[in-house]
């Protein structure tokens, strides 16, 4: 028999760890090797881990699950990501995909099919919930303007983050990060910090974390 396929869960509520846990206990192509609890846990046990597949939250504390995506590809281009939300909107499957996401589950499908998703996946196959939109190109917009890297620290800015933690998350000079600040103003036409996050939450460029449920 091939080996099975590894497998890292990341979301932050254990729950919803827990039931994706058993959803995958009873397929022995498939073996979940950890899980993180929010997107900093889940970059740091993909480089340690490296699993095959990982089933990442859209909307996760600290990092969303698109941050985290991008940045666990830029050191692990061939793990396989996908992406489970509660949002259907094209907006976040166009910024998932853009990220390097293999695929887009919606949460309270009842129809979803994680093991199935996992291995087309893994197989390096596209996976889109139902219903939802496969972005082939993204549409010429006003966020379309920023580069990758300006969009990091776009979602950065909305988090409350400061031009020096995010020079020292990603790894910049506060200058650096202070001459991306001011070209996304300017590509967007906005000027106060607090317009910045209404526009980044309005089009879907930063997922807001869901409410905490019962544990």
């Known amino acids: 028999m091939s080996e099975a396929i590894t497998v890292l ?3 932050d509520h254990s729950l919803v760890r827990k039931g994706f846990r058993r959803m995958l206990e009873d397929d022995e192509a498939v073996q979940v090797v ?9 970059i740091e046990m993909a480089l340690r881990l490296k699993p095959a597949v990982i089933v990442m939250d859209l909307a996760m504390p600290e990092l969303d699950g698109i941050q985290a995506t991008a940045q666990i590809l830029k ?3 061939n793990t396989g990501i996908l992406i489970l939300s509660m949002y259907s909107e094209d907006t976040y499957v166009r910024n998932a995909f853009a990220a390097g996401a293999r695929g887009y589950l919606l949460k309270n499908a009842l129809e979803v099919d994680l093991p199935y998703a996992i291995k087309e ?4 196959r596209t996976v889109v919930a139902p219903g939802l939109n496969l972005p082939t190109q993204e549409p010429a917009s006003e966020e379309s303007k920023l580069t990758q890297r300006e969009r990091e620290v776009l979602r950065y800015i909305v988090q409350g983050k400061s031009n020096k933690e995010i020079a020292g998350i990603l790894g910049l000079s506060v200058n650096t990060v202070s001459v991306h600040r001011a070209n996304l103003m300017q590509a967007l036409g906005i000027h106060r910090t607090a317009d910045l996050v209404v526009y980044a939450i309005r089009k879907g460029l930063v997922a807001l974390p869901e409410p905490p449920g019962p544990e």
Request: glycine fraction near 16%; hydrophobic fraction near 45%; aromatic fraction near 0%.
């Open 75 to 77: 050191q692990l281009p």
């Open 9 to 11: 869960l990341a979301d």
């Open 34 to 42: 950890g899980e993180a609890a929010n997107g900093p846990q889940a």
């Open 121 to 124: 996946v893994a197989a390096g």
